[in-house]
T-cell receptor
Framework: GQNIDQPTEMTATEGAIVQINCTYQ??????LFWYQQHAGEAPTFLSY????GLEEKGRFSSFLSRSKGYSYLLLKELQMKDSASYLC??????????FGAGTTVTVRA | IAGITQAPTSQILAAGRRMTLRCTQD?????MYWYRQDLGLGLRLIHY???????GKGEVPDGYSVSRANTDDFPLTLASVVPSQTSVYFC??????????????FGPGTRLTVL
């Protein structure tokens, strides 16, 4: 099985940078995903890492270290619309995802 | 239809009733999934199907059943609902396999309340 940990809540100011950490212990690893979920809506895909290193996509970047069982999602130039929950998910060899409980990010003016 | 749809949007029903949540995708994805989302627990996998005609159990399968008669549809049946099944249910699909990320796409969810 998978054990995935991420902080429950984070607060940041508009225009700032926030880093959401995710640690995992797995019985099999086939990639790590980050999803964004606004309140009352479905999760939407943000990023995917399968190799060590940084993946950059606009204001969002995601990092993976497989040896440390660690990932982070970096949100830059925060906007009010970035207030949402961010879900870390690990995929196993059978292509099933296990999700962390999610980190609620609140962006304040 | 564009993407993945779920029905109903929400439902309130008495304990002991039978309920089927519907899920349809038009992306020709081979894999489909059912999750429940509860406050503080995140998304938990109930059942999944890697291809039409096959299904598998996830983390929390008890009290739920699924079928996958074709590529597009993946209904979730609760034979006799109990209050602990009050949750938001999400269906998802993905184009499994290959070298790409093959991310899962989620439907809008069904909010189920069992009294």
């Amino acid at each position: 099985g998978q054990n995935i940990d991420q902080p429950t809540e984070m607060t940041a100011t508009e225009g700032a940078i926030v880093q959401i950490n995710c640690t995992y212990q797995t019985s099999g690893f086939n990639g790590l995903f980050w999803y964004q979920q606004h309140a009352g809506e479905a999760p939407t895909f943000l990023s995917y890492n399968v190799l060590d290193g940084l993946e950059e996509k606009g204001r969002f970047s995601s990092f993976l270290s497989r040896s440390k069982g660690y990932s982070y999602l970096l949100l830059k130039e925060l906007q009010m619309k970035d207030s949402a929950s961010y879900l870390c998910a690990v995929r196993d060899g059978d292509y099933k995802l296990s999700f962390g409980a999610g980190t609620t990010v609140t962006v304040r003016a | 239809i564009a993407g993945i749809t779920q029905a109903p949007t929400s439902q309130i029903l008495a304990a002991g009733r039978r309920m089927t949540l519907r899920c349809t995708q038009d992306m020709r994805h081979n894999a489909m999934y059912w999750y429940r989302q509860d406050l503080g627990l995140g998304l938990r996998l109930i059942h999944y199907s890697n291809t039409a005609g096959t299904t598998g159990k996830g983390e929390v399968p008890d009290g739920y059943s699924v079928s996958r008669a074709n590529t597009d549809d993946f209904p979730l049946t609760l034979a006799s609902v109990v209050p602990s099944q009050t949750s938001v249910y999400f269906c998802a699909s993905s184009d499994q396999g290959g070298d790409t990320g093959n991310e899962q796409f989620f439907g809008p969810g069904t909010r189920l309340t069992v009294l």
